[in-house]
């Protein structure tokens, strides 16, 4: 079970850092914009956190996209 768990972080990691280079946005961009701190943004693109909803809707509206889209493909 925790397996599963952290390959979806990963995953979900994997998937931020595309969307956030798609924008052309830095990590610290992404954490202004969302309140977060750079390292918090990092520590979920290495899979390392795992993101509240409060935090998804957050880092979506920073790279304009919806929360669908921000999770799309993470299984």
């Not at 925790?2 to 990590?27: C, I, M, P, Y």
């Not at 701190?37 to 693109?45: A, F, L, R, T, V």
């Not at 899979?47 to 919806?66: H, T």
């Amino acid at each position: 079970m925790a397996q599963n768990r952290d390959k979806v972080l990963r995953d979900f990691g994997r998937h931020l850092s595309r969307l956030r280079h798609e924008a052309g946005l830095t990590q610290e961009q992404v954490a202004e914009r969302s309140g977060r701190h750079p390292n918090y943004i990092g520590d979920i693109e290495r899979g390392q956190r795992n993101p509240s909803l409060k935090v998804l809707l957050a880092i979506a509206a920073a790279l304009e996209v919806s929360l669908s889209e921000l999770v799309e493909g993470v299984e």
